[in-house]
């Protein structure tokens, strides 16, 4: 095979993981990177990933294809372009398929009683008006659906007293076709933990040096290299009963789970991330030593292990004040490029913008990153690099105490994080 130096990536994604694209240009020949943008009248405002002066926007996926080596699918989504481009003899990293795990809440309840994994109790309910009945009267439940993320994330229904309006909001976003959406209704599951594990899979194996993390929805992710003999046997037992469905895809890509623990010692996988995860794919992109190396034998079938850059990495979000109407820039000097990892914006100069969004997201425009080999090390590096942002951002440095909080409860019940030191929370707050 070539050598990384003379392969020409092309990263295909929907704007998330545009530093994916960034990352393989420190090692590879070249870099090109397409999003959709096919409208009926093109705009600038879906030219994601241009002004990068690393990487080349492609005006197509299939453009100068016989120039390309390796072809990059970081998101869920393009499984028949994948299909086509494997059948035509190129490398492809990505999902091949597998997505269907993550994209269908039917098909991954099925998984896991299939592969003899416990099952979280829910009920299965077809329309809105049912799903309105069925919560009338009830408290504290999980609410999730498939196919459609855009519209509907999973949502906690506290009671209908609260959260009628919620619920009629939906109603109304959903249209004509609101009594076809199917509706899964979870219990709540009594932990404090929520454990997982962040790797990769080439075809159904996964390497022994894996990601051990913990996560803050949407604020930040903890996470600390670990043997994968080591991890909790709750967090283990996910990747090795979903190995052989992944292999039957020919699964290429990343992969994280996500596991609630109950005091009682059960465990219930409640997501599969059949893709890059958000995060922490913006951390192991400054983890991995060998990233590049590890996308392109893995294309290829072939598992490398990675190599560590430092054995602890944080990640944690980065928020700027957007109008809906307006382009947002985000000012980044030399020192902070490195540490900024920011999708959906393209480049002018030193500064990144962010186009005008009909619907803002909650999560924020970007992720600051942080990596040591001390437990310490990473939020000292996180804190240091959020002193160098630029007025108007804001960092949820503090998220990280709640993790590190997580870490001490799940080393308590016996499941080990790492062999150092776990710091007081309060380490978060210190000034250095």
Request: charged share 25%.
């Amino acid at each position: 095979m070539k050598s990384v130096s003379q392969v020409h990536f092309r990263v295909i994604d929907k704007g998330l993981f545009l530093p994916v694209a960034l990352r393989l240009a420190r090692d590879a020949g070249k870099v090109s990177y397409w999003s959709p943008d096919e409208d009926a009248y093109k705009s600038v405002r879906k030219c994601i990933g241009d002004g990068f002066e690393e990487i080349e926007r492609a005006p197509s996926i299939f453009h100068d294809k016989e120039s390309v080596s390796c072809y990059v699918f970081p998101d869920i989504g393009f499984a028949d372009e994948q299909a086509e481009l494997i059948s035509q003899g190129y490398p492809v990293w990505g999902h091949h398929g597998g997505d269907i795990l993550e994209v269908s809440r039917g098909t991954f309840l099925k998984a896991l009683e299939q592969t003899g994994l416990p099952v979280a109790p829910h009920v299965v309910i077809t329309g809105i008006t049912k799903l309105k009945e069925h919560l009338h009267g009830k408290e504290d439940l999980w609410i999730k659906i498939s196919r459609f993320r855009g519209d509907f994330e999973t949502f906690h229904w506290r009671s209908w007293d609260e959260d009628e309006n919620r619920l009629n909001s939906y109603s109304i976003r959903f249209g004509p076709f609101r009594e076809r959406i199917v509706f899964y209704v979870f219990d709540p599951i009594d932990t404090d933990i929520e454990d997982g594990c962040d790797t990769y899979c080439i075809d159904g194996q996964f390497p022994s040096l894996v990601l051990h993390g913990m996560e803050c929805k949407d604020k930040a992710y903890l996470g600390a290299w670990q043997k994968y003999r080591d991890l909790p046997e709750e967090v283990r037992c996910v990747n090795e009963a979903f190995a052989p469905l992944l292999a039957k895809h020919e699964y290429r890509s990343f992969f994280s789970s996500e596991v609630r623990i109950t005091k009682a010692g059960e465990s219930y996988f409640i997501d599969p991330t059949c893709r890059c995860g958000s995060p922490p794919s913006q951390v192991m992109t400054e983890l991995i030593a060998n990233y590049a190396e590890v996308v392109w034998n893995g294309a290829h079938g072939i598992l490398v292990e990675p190599e560590p850059a430092a054995k602890f990495g944080v990640q944690a979000l980065l928020s700027l004040k957007v109008d809906p109407n307006e382009w947002e820039s985000l000012k980044v000097d030399d020192e902070l490029e490195q540490w900024v990892k920011c999708g959906n914006c393209v480049k002018e100069g030193d500064h990144l913008w962010f186009p005008p969004e009909p619907e803002p997201t909650s999560y924020g425009v970007g992720w600051l990153v942080g990596i040591g080999d001390r437990f310490d090390e990473p939020i000292r590096h996180l804190q240091h690099n959020a002193k160098l942002l630029p007025d108007g951002v804001t960092c949820e440095c503090s998220a990280i105490a709640e993790l590190i909080s997580e870490v001490q409860k799940a080393e308590e019940a016996g499941m080990e994080f790492t062999d150092q030191p776990v710091p007081d929370p309060s380490i978060v707050l210190e000034e250095k």
